[in-house]
C-alpha cells in the first residue's frame, strides 16, 4: 500500500515528536528505535524510509526541542519582570519533574556532549537564551551575566533532578532562584566588584 506524500511527512513529524519527547525523558542512550516505533504503531524497518540513523533523528528531534522552548521563552520573555519570568520558569517544580516537556541543554544537550557528538543546534539554544537574558540586563558586563546566570540555571536544574531528597531539590532552586534574581536586579554578577578593585 502506498502513501501520500502528505501522510509521509505527518508520519516523520510524529517520530521526531515522540522522540524529542522519549530522548530528554529517558536518554539518547536508553531510547531504543524498535520501542520507539512500536510506541506509534510503526515498524521498526520503516523508520530507515524517513531518516537515515538515529543520529539524524537526534538532531532533528533536538531542533523540535528548541522551537518547543522558542515559544515557551517568547511568552516569558514579554512578561513585565522577563528575568524573573524566566528564571522562575526555568528553576520550577514542574521544570525539574517534566525533562520531557522542558529545556533540551540540561538532557539532550548533555548526553550528546559526553556521547562526544556536538550540535549546532545546541549553540542556536544556548545563543537565543543569552541574547535574551542580555537584553533584560543594564550593565557593560551583561554578555558575561548571561552566560554565568545560563550555565548556573542548567546546572542547578540538573542536580535538583539527581539528588534523592526532595526537600534538597526544592531548596537548590529556591535558593538559585532567589540569587540570580538579585543578580539581575544589581546589574552585575559581583555587587562588591568596585570595591574590590580598589
Not at 508520519?11 to 528505535?33: M, N, P, Y
Not at 519582570?81 to 548533555?110: K, N, V
Request: aromatic letters at 6%; a negative charge.
Amino acid at each position: 500500500m502506498r502513501y501520500s506524500q502528505d501522510h509521509k511527512a505527518q508520519t516523520h513529524q510524529r517520530i521526531i515528536k515522540e522522540a524529542s519527547v522519549r530522548f530528554r525523558r529517558d536518554g539518547i542512550g536508553a531510547t531504543g528505535l524498535q520501542p520507539l516505533m512500536k510506541a506509534l504503531d510503526l515498524t521498526h524497518g520503516g523508520f530507515y524510509a524517513h531518516f537515515k540513523s538515529k543520529d539524524e533523528l537526534v538532531e532533528k528531534a533536538l531542533q523540535a526541542a528548541a522551537a518547543e522552548l522558542d515559544t515557551h521563552c517568547a511568552m516569558l520573555f514579554s512578561q513585565e519582570q522577563p528575568l524573573h519570568a524566566f528564571i522562575d520558569s526555568y528553576l520550577s517544580e514542574w521544570h525539574r519533574t517534566s525533562p520531557d516537556q522542558g529545556c533540551p541543554l540540561p538532557t539532550m544537550s548533555w548526553e550528546i556532549a559526553q556521547r562526544g557528538r556536538p550540535s549546532p543546534t545546541t549553540d542556536t539554544v544556548l545563543g537565543t537564551r543569552l541574547q535574551q537574558i542580555e537584553a533584560t540586563l543594564h550593565s557593560p558586563n551583561a554578555g558575561e551575566q548571561s552566560l554565568i546566570m545560563m550555565s548556573t540555571l542548567v546546572g542547578a536544574l540538573v542536580l535538583a533532578r539527581s539528588v534523592e531528597n526532595p526537600e534538597l531539590a526544592t531548596r537548590i532552586l529556591e535558593v538559585v532562584s532567589e540569587q540570580l534574581k538579585t543578580v539581575g536586579e544589581k546589574g552585575r554578577v559581583n555587587p562588591n566588584a568596585d570595591q574590590l578593585s580598589e
